[in-house]
């Protein structure tokens, strides 16, 4: 694989860590946000200035939440005709009067809470009570608003809207970073130029044969240089001067003296012929 081929392929997979980070961003908070939406409608709501039938089908701790403003989605069971939407106006709670008795006719113990408020989809309300519930099955709810009988507050009862949202929201961010910080270093990282090896000369082998050594000029085979002769013609060249080397004088030298003693080739024969005649 190439380098530009790489490069493009590190910017395509940072491109798309980028786009899957996004998607679980708005994923998970839109669904984070349709949690509590979801939760806040399915609240069980009693009306103020009656008694409603709640059913428990579970044992647990569940909160009332004070309602300033919402709707009915579902038919209220009990003594209580509300239907519609329903605005509390006014920035405080006015007095409210609860009491929960389970199915056997024993009053539940509510305890004062606060703190916990939503605002979602025209729901509005505020935590007032939490209890706790023993004993599966039908409980009555008595609501009154000290004061003003005119006043439709409403009572919504249930578990906690937001259990369970701020870990996915923070789950939203960390994909949101995590995208972000991962899709944009491999997008970066992939515009960058290359780095360049050091180059190093090659040469290559010789394939050849090694060539032969030029025999030396023949004197015959030689040219003299174009040009104008360096003597006058007619004359004879003079003859070139050959410097003497400076240091040194020559000597002359003696031939070597013949010894006095003669060589065994010059020494003459034991035998030799008679000086005269024969006796």
Not at 37 to 55: H, I, K, Y
Not at 136 to 149: A, E, K, Q, T
Not at 188 to 198: L, Y
Request: aromatic share 6%.
């Amino acid at each position: 694989m190439t380098t530009s081929s790489k490069q493009s392929a590190m910017f395509c997979t940072g491109l798309a860590v980028l786009i899957v980070g996004l998607l679980a961003t708005v994923g998970l908070w839109y669904a984070a946000d349709q949690r509590q939406s979801n939760a806040v409608s399915n609240l069980a709501r009693a009306p103020s200035g009656c008694e409603t039938t709640l059913d428990f089908a579970a044992v647990g701790d569940f909160t009332m939440y004070a309602e300033t403003a919402g709707r009915f989605d579902e038919p209220i069971a009990g003594n209580c005709a509300a239907d519609g939407a329903y605005n509390v106006p006014g920035d405080s709670l006015p007095a409210i009067s609860l009491k929960m008795t389970s199915p056997a006719g024993d009053e539940i113990v509510l305890t004062d809470a606060s703190g916990s408020t939503y605002d979602v989809d025209g729901f509005q309300g505020e935590s007032i009570r939490t209890f706790s519930v023993e004993t599966p099955g039908d409980h009555i709810l008595r609501v009154d608003v000290s004061g003003d009988s005119e006043v439709r507050l409403v009572m919504a009862v249930g578990k906690e809207p937001s259990d369970g949202v701020g870990m996915m929201r923070l789950g939203a961010v960390l994909a949101a970073l995590a995208g972000l910080v991962l899709g944009g270093t491999m997008t970066i990282a992939s515009r960058r130029p290359p780095k360049t090896a050091a180059t190093v000369p090659f040469e290559p082998w010789a394939t050849g044969m090694p060539a032969m050594p030029e025999a030396p000029m023949d004197p015959e085979s030689w040219e003299p240089a174009l040009g104008p002769p360096s003597h006058t013609p007619g004359a004879p060249p003079a003859a070139p001067s050959t410097p003497e080397p400076t240091g040194w004088t020559l000597q002359p030298v003696s031939p070597p003296m013949p010894t006095t003693e003669p060589s065994d080739d010059a020494r003459p024969s034991p035998w030799a012929p008679p000086n005269g005649p024969a006796q």
